[in-house]
T-cell receptor, first 112, second 116 residues
Framework: DQQVKQNSPSLSVQEGRISILNCDYT??????FLWYKKYPAEGPTFLIS?????DKNEDGRFTVFLNKSAKHLSLHIVPSQPGDSAVYFC???????????FGAGTILRVKS | DAGVTQSPTHLIKTRGQHVTLRCSPI?????VSWYQQVLGQGPQFIFQ???????GRGNFPDRFSARQFPNYSSELNVNALLLGDSALYLC???????????????FGPGTRLLVL
């Protein structure tokens, strides 16, 4: 039962362009959503989050959009840089806040 | 300021053995969570501890156990290892852990366990 899905296993983008990573969820009890970036041989690094009472949160080059009716969120990276190349995980937490449910990840490759 | 630390970084065990993994949270964080990441998948929740009490448990067998110490560090124990336990084990800490839903967890580098 995959409650959080990242349907694109990989994405390739040219440096300077926009990267859009997508995530869908099925559990309507989720109310906090997070994006993590992971380099090989490192743990996931927190990027940005959004609570269910908002539809957009921005932090520098990173913006997360939440569409609750569609149970969909996306991460926009503008402009993309080669150092952004990593695996990006979408995660969600719900009523008890003690458990993050992760998607399978999307490998982003930014070409220079 | 030190982040979450985990030891050891790598470990090789054989089937049937027991393993103990260790985690130190970010200073001031009272909550520690453990996740298992199998190759090609996202991390899966195993346990959360807050103030030395178990606050949540994922869908893992009883061979998996954990505890949290007075200094908020934590150990994850796995008994009777199976080949399928080979994975990256991640520890995360957070400052809340009181059941708040707006809780950002910060991860350590992980311990890579290989079971032969």
């Amino acid at each position: 039962d995959q409650q959080v899905k990242q349907n694109s296993p990989s994405l390739s983008v040219q440096e300077g362009r926009i990267s859009i990573l997508n995530c869908d969820y099925t559990n309507s009890m989720f109310d906090y959503f997070l994006w993590y970036k992971k380099y090989p041989a490192e743990g996931p690094t927190f990027l940005i989050s959004i609570s269910s009472i908002k539809d957009k949160n921005e932090d520098g080059r990173f913006t997360v959009f939440l569409n609750k009716s569609a149970k969909h969120l996306s991460l926009h990276i503008v402009p993309s840089q080669p150092g952004d190349s990593a695996v990006y995980f979408c995660a969600a937490s719900g009523l008890y806040g003690n458990k993050l449910v992760f998607g399978a990840g999307t490998i982003l490759r930014v070409k220079s | 300021d030190a982040g979450v630390t985990q030891s050891p970084t790598h470990l090789i065990k054989t089937r049937g053995q027991h393993v103990t993994l260790r985690c130190s949270p970010i200073s001031g964080h009272k909550s520690v969570s453990w996740y298992q990441q199998v190759l090609g998948q996202g991390p899966q929740f195993i346990f959360q501890y807050y103030e030395k009490e178990e606050r949540g448990r994922g869908n893992f067998p009883d061979r998996f156990s954990a505890r949290q110490f007075p200094n908020y560090s934590s150990e994850l124990n796995v008994n009777a290892l199976l080949l399928g336990d080979s994975a990256l084990y991640l520890c995360a800490s957070s400052s809340l852990g009181s059941g708040s839903t707006l809780e950002t967890q910060y991860f350590g580098p992980g311990t890579r366990l290989l079971v032969l």
